[in-house]
Each structure stands twice: as C-alpha cells, then as structure tokens.
C-alpha cells in the first residue's frame, strides 16, 4: 500500500512539474496581445528614427537621380508623423488579432502626396522651370516613387494580403476565443488540487496515527514545482546567453533589433517565472527539512 501511494505521489509530482512549466509558458503570452510591449521594443531600439532616416535616405537618392536638389525635399517626413503612423499600425493589428477590428485601414498618404506636389512646385517655380508634358510625367513617375518609398518603409508588411491570409483568418478567430488569463488561473487551480491531493497521500506519523505527515506530501510538491522552475529557467537562460535571436536573418536592421530585444524580453520573463517557481518549490520543502534536522538534533 506504501508503495503504491508512494508510487502515486511520484506521478503527481511528476504532473505538477508539467503543469508548472504549462503556467509558466501561458501567464507569459498575453504580453504579446498588449501595445506597450511592441512600443517600448521600438522606443529601445530607435525604430522610429531610424524608419525617418531610412525614408528620408531614399528620397534623397531618388532627388539626384533626376537632377533636383535635396534640400527641396528636406524633412520631408517628421519624427512625429513616423510615430503616430507606427504607434496606429500596433493598436490596428492587434485589435485585428483579437476580433475586435474586422479589417486594417489603408495607409493614407495624401499628406505626402500633396507635401511632394508642394515642393517640386516650389522647386520648379524657383528655378524658372517650365513644365511640358515629359516633364510632367517624370514628375509623376517621381511621385509614385516617393510614395512607395514611403509607403514601403512605414509598412513592411502587406496589411491587406495579410488579412486575406485563411490561416491568419483561423488564427485570429481563435485568439478571440481564447482567454489566457482564465486558462493560467486555471492552470494554477490544477496545481493547487495537485498540491492538495500529494498532502492527502502523505503517510500517518507512526506515534500519532491521527496525525498525516503533511510534510511529506509537501516536499513530492515542492519537488514538482522546482524541477518545472528549473527547466523553465534553464531552458530560458540557456536562450538569452546564446543569443541566437540576435541572428535573425532579416535584412532591416531596426525591425531584426525589434524583434531580438522582444524575443530577450519574453525569455526574460520566463526566465523570472522559472526561478520564482523555483523559490516556490524550496519553501514547500523547508518543513521536510526542518523535521529532518529536528530528528537529527534529537538522536
């Protein structure tokens, strides 16, 4: 009987230490559903300034192609612009993502369309330049190049074919459905009734038959917790020092940064949530401990 319930107690520990790596996993993916994280990713790794930059590069190149001076099209989109149009695009998608959005708005670029018009026309005027119908076209093909350059560096990602995506579709559907904080309180009461179920199958004391060795069933669930702490922690740790998000194979350096510091951020926190599971399963041992010193002392 003894050995059974022993036997027993091994694979509830065994269960609970499964079940702390699942909690673990799942309390730290709701983080990935809120603006902030994106936001301070991107205020970390200077994503604005360097999409401003990148932007501002291009146009510029795009000037001396056809033999216009730069300073025409000088801080031809603000710091500011490049924020509110980014900062939009996070709260768009994950509203999307969680139902809440049937669909993301096209990027309006008639502010740059008409700042471009602006501009040439002064640069024209400026200079004494007339307009004849070739001319006009260059200029128009210029146009379609600076808006795509725009266009291009503001948003990476194709939004409308994106939400076109059946899988995404699928995905979205089942994040909206989803309540992960439900299922990591979840994921906690299972732990607990896990922990209430080892302290029912601890042993009665041999002098006091009434009394349960609550100790024991304490430290199987204190075992539990900290073999699921540690693996969570080393797994997590063993991440950050290798560092192989670092890597990434995406040619924009800013959005690679992004995501590196997102990835090193989430490990982070799991790696926080490994050792306080750990801490966790160390106090649920202290009474097994204690009685084992007290037993010592006495002999």
Known sequence: M??????????????????????????????????ETYLSVMEEANVYQSMKENIQGSIDDVMLLNNIERQSMREFIKLEEVKEIVM????????????????????????????????????????HYYLDEDLKQEVELMKQNVMQIVKGNLRLVDFDQLTQMTGLQKLTSLISEMNLKLMAGVLAGIALLLVGVLVLLS??????????????????????????????????????????????AIQVSYLQESI???????????????LLATGLGIIFLIPYWVKLYQKYMKN
């Open 260 to 274: 590196a510091l997102l990835i090193e951020n989430w490990f982070k926190t799991l790696m926080i949530s490994g």
């Open 203 to 248: 042993p009665r004391s041999r002098h006091h038959k009434r009394r349960k060795k609550i100790e024991i069933g304490l430290l199987y669930s204190g075992y539990g917790m900290m073999a699921g702490g540690l693996i969570i922690f080393i797994v997590f740790f063993s991440g950050i020092q290798s560092g192989f998000y670092h890597h990434v």
């Open 88 to 127: 939009g695009d996070v709260y768009a998608v994950l509203s999307w993502l969680n139902g809440t959005q049937p669909q993301i708005k096209a990027l309006d670029l008639t502010t740059y369309e008409a700042r471009f018009d602006e501009r040439i026309g002064t640069f024209f005027r400026d200079n």
């Open 2 to 35: 003894k050995l059974i319930q022993k036997l027993i107690s091994v694979l509830l520990s065994l269960g609970l230490m499964f079940v702390i790596m699942a909690f673990c996993l799942l309390s730290s993916l709701p983080q990935f559903l809120t603006p």
